[in-house]
């Protein structure tokens, strides 16, 4: 059995890749395992200790070819290149590098294999016959639609190849590099470079670091700070930071080492401190203490995987004094710190309702209004398919359709909770590949029923919560007027009330958590006298406090149109004089 | 080199817009995504 992984991103990725491959020999101790990188990163393999035979994508060879004779000619060595891989029979291609070319890429294999008469099964992104995008497994989908930056996901990207992969990871994939150590190092490493420039951390944070590092209060002594990188231009970003602190044992050590050189360094280090980078991808095999300074990414999907570490999010190049020294001082203690500030969002609660078969989100009362529109809007859209399906194509329910797809992405990119909802949606229908008008209806309606149940759960009808209450303020007066009360003549009430009562927690919001509050104080006192039988005291509390409570109700569930048309309340007397 | 590859770009973009065939159509998207990459990666 002979397997390809196909990395084609940084060294970053490559080392997130690493728990991902040991896995996978470990589960397949059988099975060959290749990977394609490119040239520019083939390094960042260097001491994986597992057997691992590595393709290089030719880029130079082919870029040199499109400059001097054509994309042509360009193009001939890529499939010279693509048809070797072919001609090593691979049973299973697991694509993790996400990207366009890669897709192209995965497909033209497939091909070669087809025409070989050989299967091939294929993980991450790759092409339909007819061209178009084609996520084979749910976790590229996943990949696809919720990673990436601005977006809900809290996933990390090492996780998710592992998933792609059909790999469980265990803590011996995350073992550190094997390679060799120098005989010198520092205590602390500081990395100032980043893959890409919004990545970058400035000069300002850093000296606030080294001034940490150098107080009375570090607790480490004046320990010994090597700064790292690579090129000219950080390496006088370093030059001036050292300028700055004279006497300290900080030192310019910017293009110094080879990467092997800096794992060894990282390894024996008691902290490291670096941007969204390689090393920090290094440090999560290595176990380093690793404080994340993290500006413009998603730290939760490719932050710091040792046990011990913390990320500061840097805004603006502001960053929180105290909390550094608190941090930095923790990292060198090797203390487990309690996790940063993490906020649920609707849009993470969604993500794991949908994906993960978690519980349904809270939905936020502004919120109700929009959702509702989804819901009509894809009700719509299922009629139209349905009647589709009876009568054949036709130029206008296409249409339709069309614009509801324009409506739904209008809703959602006004209102960036329930953009994850959107773009599973996107998603799973851009999962439909190419077929028959029929089978292509088919498959599209399924879509738009799954999305019907979500927002069946997730999204309660802003006219059934309204016809709830008045159901419950109606039943609460004819119980006032009934002669007597009982168990029984209450049970439809009990029933409304819990109803509600879950609904509640679903649409609160500012403007009506007091109602809220006061729906639980009285549900509850509801309840203490029906244990108790005390059914006299039960009118009273409906007639004097429920009632009014569910016109509050009804008042709280009209939008603003529907309470300005209501006659102003006028002072007690004043009626009918004017 | 980066004018060199764009204008290849565009070769292949107007290619694209007259090919019917499947296989030669994937080519084309493959060395043209090959291309787009190799500029972002010289940005």
């Known amino acids: 059995m002979k397997t390809l992984f196909i990395q084609l991103a940084r060294l970053g990725d490559i080392y997130m890749t ?12 059988n099975t060959e395992i290749h990977i394609l990188v490119r040239e520019k990163f083939k390094e960042a393999l260097f001491g994986i200790g597992i057997p691992l035979k590595i393709h290089v994508l030719p880029s130079a060879e082919v870029v040199e070819a499109t400059e001097f004779s054509g994309f042509d000619s360009g193009l001939r060595q890529l499939k010279e290149f693509a048809q070797g891989l072919t001609q090593e029979s691979f049973q299973s291609l697991i694509n993790l590098s996400f990207s366009p070319f890669s897709s192209h890429l995965v497909k033209y294999l497939e091909l070669g294999s087809e025409k070989a008469h050989s299967s091939v099964s294929v993980k991450g992104y790759t ?79 850093y000296k606030q670091v080294l001034q940490t590092l150098f107080s009375d209060r570090s607790e480490l002594k004046d320990p010994r700070v090597w700064i790292v990188g690579s090129g000219q231009e950080e390496f006088q970003f370093a030059e001036s930071l050292t300028a700055e602190f004279p006497r300290c044992t900080v030192t310019n050590k910017v293009n110094n080492f080879t990467l092997p050189q800096l794992i060894s360094l990282i390894d024996q280090a008691s902290l490291l401190i670096a941007p969204d980078s390689v090393t920090l991808h290094i440090s999560s095999l290595t176990q380093t203490p690793v404080l994340n300074l993290s500006s413009n990414v998603n730290f939760w999907e490719t932050g710091p995987k040792s046990p011990v570490s913390a990320v500061l999010e840097i805004k603006n190049s502001v960053i929180d004094l105290s909390e550094l020294s608190r941090v930095i001082n923790g990292l060198l203690k090797s203390e487990v710190l309690s996790s940063p500030k993490t906020f649920e969002t609707v849009g993470w609660s969604l993500i794991e309702f949908i994906y993960f078969g978690g519980t349904p989100p809270k939905v936020r009362a502004a919120l109700v209004e929009p959702l ?124 409304r009330l819990f109803e509600f009562s879950q609904i509640s927690i679903q649409i609160v919001s500012e403007e009506n958590q007091n109602l809220c509050f006061e729906l639980s104080r009285l549900l509850e006192e509801f309840l203490a006298l029906l244990t108790k039988k005390e059914f006299n005291e039960i009118k009273l509390l409906l007639e004097y406090d429920m009632i009014s409570h569910f016109q509050a109700w009804e008042e709280s569930l009209s939008g603003p149109t529907e309470r300005r048309q209501q006659p102003e309340s006028q002072p007690r007397g004043s009626a009918g004089l004017d | 080199m980066r004018f060199q590859i764009s204008e290849e770009i565009k070769v292949i973009e107007g290619l694209l817009l007259s090919t019917t065939n499947e296989e030669r159509r994937l080519e084309l998207n493959m060395m043209l995504e090959f291309l787009k990459e190799q500029i972002g990666v010289q940005k």
Request: with cysteine.
């Open chain 1, 18 to 29: 690493w728990p991902t491959l040991r896995a996978y020999h470990r589960t397949h101790p």
């Open chain 1, 372 to 495: 509702q529109q989804f819901r009509e809007t894809n009700e719509l859209m299922i009629k139209t398919l349905s009647s589709l399906e009876d009568k054949g194509r036709d130029e206008l329910q296409v249409q339709v359709l069309e614009r509801g797809d324009e409506i739904l992405k209008l809703i959602s990119d006004h209102f960036s909770d329930i953009q994850v909802l959107y773009r599973w949606y996107a998603c799973e229908k851009m999962r439909i590949g190419p077929g028959t008008f029929e089978s292509v209806c088919i498959e599209t309606l399924n879509v738009h029923e799954r999305l019907a149940k979500i927002l069946e759960t997730i999204s309660p009808r802003k006219t059934e919560i309204k016809a709830l209450v008045s159901r419950i303020k109606s039943g609460c007066q004819s119980l006032v007027h009934a002669k007597s009360l009982n168990e029984k003549s209450l049970q439809e009430i009990v029933e």
């Open chain 1, 127 to 205: 092409r339909t016959d007819d061209g178009f995008l084609k996520l084979p497994d749910d976790w590229s989908a996943y990949f696809f639609s919720q990673v990436g930056i601005q977006r809900e996901n809290r996933l990390h990207v090492t996780d998710i190849f592992a998933e792609v992969s059909g790999v469980s990871l265990s803590p011996v994939d995350f073992s550190a590099p094997v390679v060799e150590n120098l005989a010198d190092g520092a205590d602390v490493i500081i990395h100032i470079g980043g893959s890409e420039q919004k990545k970058r951390i400035s000069l300002e944070v």
